[in-house]
């Protein structure tokens, strides 16, 4: 994981593009580099998890292509031998240029991982950008007024030399003379889901497993120790769960956990670390801390979306506590409320048409969110991020299932509907989570390290005789981001629902971003899981 920045065109200043790459230095404090290219210059600020030598070092070079690559490619073992490669390290990306040479433009395709990669050919100085298939790594891309093309991890880092800054989408790619120039698609959700059949379920629970099992596996290789992140919630749970059960009872692993005092995601998350024998780590922090840092996370995460920085700051902090332990990469849930159905809304969708298309768009849009949200806010301090919900098999094994076997309808526990049911009832297996977790209600982290999180922030606005909204753009305007870079529906939202969910919701439901807005689902367990907590 890393930071890439780039200038390509005539008369690019190496001072300047060292001075703006070093404005996200927190992406890679191990290392920096800039490297003239053909037609400008490429740096890299280096975050060592995957080959912590100088041989991991990037830009890479072979023959006329020099490439750049954020993120982590899971297959490269696999395309190096098929495709011939050698090389001299160990590292994820070091095939890129060489693979680029041989497959083109097909390269994204052919990927398994997370990446925003740049590749410039040095003979003709045409550029290849590319995104990965869901948006998990960040990228932005600009010109200035004498229309010299600039890429950059962040946004923070193109506002100063660009008038012209766009976010470069995932699913996409770019490859041509050095501008803003015309996209091609290389990935498309065109999932076909298999129509309902009750006979399926056995089949369809082991393939579940077994994808989720596959996901999680192929993300633990690592030059650092082996870290999780844990809310105690259902989505983190398995994958340290899984990890485990993959590594071995011998196997070191660390959880990490963030909290107001009493936060109901304590007793959960201890209770998972107990039963999977990982070292367990908390966080206490207050709402005025959280408050207090708020100015600093807009600055990092580069949005005002008010769902995100609730999230987005508990877990800044907690972060920051993991970078002081050691550690330099954690897994974590993202993706799974996506795909499986997760959200308290999505109780009242009305079919499964409906609740498919809301699916799809909640994980085309993820790269606003919750992608956004985890990959800064960790790496704010120096910690990747792997997300296996989001694997490209996991997501076809769970989008091409039956839509049905996911509304929260579908299966019940304890006599209610239970979001994710189908997951939950596919890992309840081999004794790999305690069943108060695996069969756990959905709460979204910006509720469960503390109510009293939103509560108290709401709190603050008032006092200063605004709305949390109006004070997140007001931050994010004084750091100039651009705002075309937020989308314009955000704020019509119930429980982080889009505004087609927002339509399935009783009248009078309450539109916030908490899901202690879906009160006639919610209010019930929380009652109950009080009890229990006390």
């Known amino acids: 994981m890393c930071g890439i920045f780039g200038c390509l065109g005539k008369n690019c200043s190496r001072v300047l593009c060292v001075e703006s790459s070093h404005k996200q230095i927190h992406r890679g404090p191990d290392d920096f580099c800039c490297r003239a290219v053909n037609g400008g210059f490429f740096c890299f600020t280096r975050l060592n998890v995957m080959d912590r030598t100088v041989r991991g ?125 015309p996209l091609k698609t290389w990935y498309h959700m065109d999932w076909s889901p298999a129509p309902y059949e009750p006979s399926m379920e056995p089949l369809i629970l082991d393939t579940i497993y077994e994808a989720m099992k596959a996901a999680v596996a192929k993300m633990i290789p690592c030059d650092s120790p082996n870290g999780f992140l844990l809310s105690g919630g259902l989505d983190s749970s398995l994958v340290a769960g899984l990890a485990r059960k993959i590594l071995g009872p011998n196997h070191e692993i660390h959880t990490f956990t963030i909290g107001l005092e009493n936060a109901p995601d304590f007793a959960y998350a201890r209770e998972v670390a107990e039963h999977i024998g990982s070292h367990h780590h908390e966080f206490t922090y207050s709402v005025q801390d959280g408050i207090d840092v708020i100015p600093e996370v807009i600055r990092k995460v580069e949005t005002y979306n008010v769902t995100t920085i609730r999230a987005s700051t508990p877990q800044y902090l907690l972060a920051k506590m993991i970078n002081s332990w050691g550690f330099k990469m954690v897994m974590s849930g993202e993706g799974a409320d996506e795909s499986w159905g997760g959200y308290l809304y999505f109780h009242y969708a009305p079919n499964d048409e409906e609740l498919n298309l809301e699916m799809i768009e909640k994980l085309s849009d993820l790269h606003y969110y919750d992608c956004l949200r985890t990959n800064k806010s960790m790496l704010s301090s120096g910690i990747e991020t792997r997300v296996p919900f989001l694997d490209p098999n996991l997501l076809n094994v769970c989008m091409s299932m039956p839509i049905r076997m996911k509304h929260p309808k579908y299966i019940t526990h304890n006599g209610r509907p239970i979001e994710k049911g189908i997951l939950r009832k596919a890992c309840d297996r081999e004794d790999l989570l305690p069943k108060s977790v695996l069969w756990r209600q959905k709460e979204q982290f910006s509720d469960s390290v503390g109510f009293n999180w939103i509560d108290g922030i709401k709190a603050h606005c008032a006092k200063m005789n605004t709305t949390e909204l109006d004070w997140y753009r007001s931050v994010f305007d004084k750091n100039r981001y651009d705002p075309t870079t937020v989308p314009e529906n955000h704020t019509k939202t119930v429980a982080c629902s889009t505004p087609r969910g927002v339509s399935w919701m009783p009248e009078g439901t309450t539109q916030d971003a908490s899901a202690r807005t879906v009160t006639e689902v919610h209010e019930p367990t929380c009652r109950k899981e009080a009890k229990v907590l006390h």
Request: net charge negative; aromatic share 12%; proline share 6%.
């Open 57 to 181: 070092r990037q830009p890479f070079q072979h023959q006329r292509f020099i490439a750049m690559t954020n993120g982590e490619v899971y297959n490269h073992l696999q395309l190096e031998k098929e495709y011939d490669i050698t090389v001299k390290g160990h590292s994820d990306c070091e095939l890129i240029p060489e693979l680029y040479s041989k497959v083109g433009t097909e390269l994204p395709k052919i990927l398994d991982g997370m990446f925003a990669t740049v590749i410039v050919d040095e003979d003709s100085g045409d550029v290849f950008i590319a995104r990965d298939h869901i948006g998990i790594i960040p990228l932005y891309w600009g010109t200035d007024d004498e229309e010299r093309l600039y890429f950059s991890s962040e946004m923070k880092c193109l506002v100063d030399v660009c008038t012209r800054i766009e976010i470069f989408p995932p699913r996409k790619y770019y490859h041509g003379p050095p501008k803003m120039g």
